[in-house]
């Protein structure tokens, strides 16, 4: 059993950055497409970003954090990370990592929670002043 605990989560002002790191447990870490998905206040989830299992070669970011948010991942210490800058309100939420298994690294397959076989806790994240 894959066991995912997320941390770095807090609160920032506008204009600010926060790291947040997932840390995976019981599994195979490299072989797994990690992501993050968030959640805000009284909305669905959403996807924000995924890594390509392996070397992470290949990445996808929604729309709105492009340019501002990067995924890495760091396959001897099993943890993916969410390096955010430029923090607004609007990405207030909480942000949750997610394991995937499947080899199919695809935008629509990426986006999509059910395609994820391992979750955390969750980290809230409150951009505010």
């Known amino acids: 059993q894959v066991q995912l605990v997320e941390s770095g989560g807090g609160l920032v002002q506008p204009g600010g950055s926060l790291r947040l790191s997932c840390t995976a447990s019981g599994g195979t870490f490299n072989s797994y497409t990690m992501g993050w998905f968030r959640q805000a206040p009284g909305k669905e989830y959403e996807f924000v970003s995924a890594?390509?299992?392996?070397?992470?070669?290949?990445?996808f970011y929604r729309d709105s954090v492009k340019g501002r948010f990067t995924i890495s991942r760091d396959n001897a210490k099993n943890t993916v990370y969410l390096q955010m800058n430029s923090l607004r309100p609007e990405d207030t939420a909480v942000y949750y990592c997610?394991?995937?298994?499947?080899?199919?690294?695809?935008?629509?397959?990426?986006?999509?929670?059910?395609?994820?076989?391992?979750w955390g806790q969750g980290t809230q994240v409150t951009v505010s002043s």
């Open positions: 890594i390509k299992w392996g070397g992470g070669a290949d990445t």
């Open positions: 997610a394991a995937a298994t499947t080899r199919f690294f695809v935008m629509h397959i990426m986006t999509t929670r059910a395609n994820y076989n391992y």
